[in-house]
């Protein structure tokens, strides 16, 4: 059976009404492609092709009252595709802002944990041959890259392609298979547990050493406090930036950096002007915390493999050129401090903690400083997507926008994707944090044009 990792785990556990722990992509569609023309019924056809090829898509949580573990991945054996497809149109005139407000409403409602933990939404109204698409699935079921892989199974790189071939799902244990192999894994947790202590010393004495030498990532809690560190509504704002990845990789070769490094410049830069045009921009340089998957590096279990850094934004600095430069060369020493931390410590950690465990620290930490302390300003995740023309049951996709979840004194996450010569920004806050939202999109490519200047 397939059982989620303590960090599956922990993202499912950390869930309320107020923090949704789900990730979300809205793509722009053009339906002129479509063969034989759009319409919603053709849609639904097609995209039911494709789900014997997701089994993400059709396993939902399985658990016992015995279960002294994590729950598990099991089939859903009453699938229907009718309770997770839904249909719904912009207003008019059904520009941005109208598609940003409904998104934003579909991504403040969490998934029923009833079923799949998954949601797809035809947005209809957005203008002629037009349709936008919004995915949403629980965090505890895919973490960035695999989302990403998840976004390829799901699309294709022609109009009429044929579906993928079927894929087997994780079978349906019973009650008690669930309970006893669960009884195993809680009665050698303190063995797992025994063997991480070590490896956690080694990090903190690494961390000290790079702390003394100059050589370590940014600190946490050594962020200013902004409009972004505070409790959060239920409610979610989403503004949306498409850039030329061209002109981004101009300013790549130019200054010999990195997309990634780029990606970062225009984060800080567009914080920067936003913050000080409210003149609420902190002298001390925010911080952003970047998630890095390290699949691939391990034989460690669970759908999110995740590791991560705390990045300098080096807001304090004017001038774009400057700023970029003394980027690339914080987040070189921030990898660096990464990788000798280990890439899969994070992930060993999470794996150490029982589900006792989870709900013993989450109570503690909520009745600690640190649940109003600022550990840091932003989150900031640059996943690379398919480099080619991408259809979805037939419509080209035009944009793809990845979003994150966000949390109680972390209010800000910033998601970037690439998509063929597109760079796609998506950007969530909270309503009563955000304030206008758009403003802070529209200057990534503000920024991005002081770059090209400067090239």
């Not at 003394?326 to 280990?342: F, P, Q, V």
Request: glycine share 8%; aromatic share 6%.
């Amino acid at each position: 059976m397939e059982r989620l990792s303590g960090l599956d785990a922990g993202l499912l556990y950390s869930e309320s009404a107020t923090v949704p722990l789900h990730v979300c992509s809205v793509l722009e569609l053009d339906t002129s492609t479509v063969p034989g023309g759009y319409s919603f019924e053709r849609f639904r056809d097609e995209l039911a092709k494709r789900i014997p090829a997701l089994p993400e898509f059709r396993t939902k949580l399985g658990d016992s009252g015995l279960n002294l573990d994590h729950p598990v991945w099991v089939e859903d054996n009453d699938f229907e595709l009718s309770r997770h497809l839904h249909r719904v149109a912009v207003p008019a005139p059904g520009g941005r802002e109208e598609l940003a407000e409904v998104c934003g409403q579909i991504a403040a409602v969490p998934l029923d944990r009833g079923k799949p933990l998954w949601e797809l939404w035809a947005i209809e109204g957005t203008g002629e041959d037009r349709l936008a698409v919004m995915v949403k699935v629980h965090h505890a079921a895919v973490d960035g890259v695999s989302a990403a892989n998840l976004l390829e199974q799901l699309l294709d790189v022609e109009p009429d392609a044929p579906p993928p071939a079927p894929v087997d799902g994780p079978g349906t244990p019973s009650a008690l298979q669930i309970a006893a192999d669960g009884f195993v894994r809680f009665a050698t947790r303190p063995l797992q547990l025994a063997r991480t202590i070590p490896d956690t010393a080694a990090l903190l004495a690494k961390t000290v050493g790079r702390a003394v030498t100059g050589q370590a990532m940014a600190a946490p809690f050594s962020a200013p406090t902004t409009r972004f560190n505070a409790q959060l509504t239920a409610e979610r704002a989403i503004a949306l930036a498409q850039l030329n990845l061209n002109d981004v990789k101009k300013v790549k070769e130019s200054c010999g950096v990195k997309v990634n490094d780029v990606v970062m410049a225009l984060c800080s830069g567009a914080l920067r002007g936003f913050l000080d045009e409210l003149d609420e921009l902190p002298d001390k340089p925010l911080i952003a915390v970047v998630p890095a998957s390290v699949h691939g590096q391990s034989d460690r279990p669970g759908r999110n493999q995740l590791s991560g850094m705390f990045c300098n934004l080096h807001t304090d600095l004017d001038d774009p050129w400057e700023r970029l430069q003394t980027i690339a060369e914080s987040d070189r020493r921030a990898k660096d401090h990464s990788a000798a931390l280990g890439p899969t410590v994070f992930v060993d950690l999470a794996q150490s903690i029982s589900r006792a465990g989870f709900s013993w620290l989450l109570g503690l930490l909520a009745r600690t400083p640190l649940a109003s302390t600022t550990i840091h300003n932003v989150v900031i995740s640059n996943v690379a997507g398919p480099p080619t023309t991408l259809y979805s049951c037939g419509a080209r996709v035009e944009a793809l926008y990845p979003l994150g979840p966000i949390f109680h004194g972390s209010g800000l996450n910033i998601t970037v994707m690439s998509l063929g010569d597109s760079l796609n920004v998506g950007i969530i806050s909270c309503p009563t944090l955000a304030g206008d939202l758009w403003d802070l999109a529209d200057r990534f490519q503000t920024e991005l044009d002081a770059l090209l200047r400067r090239c």
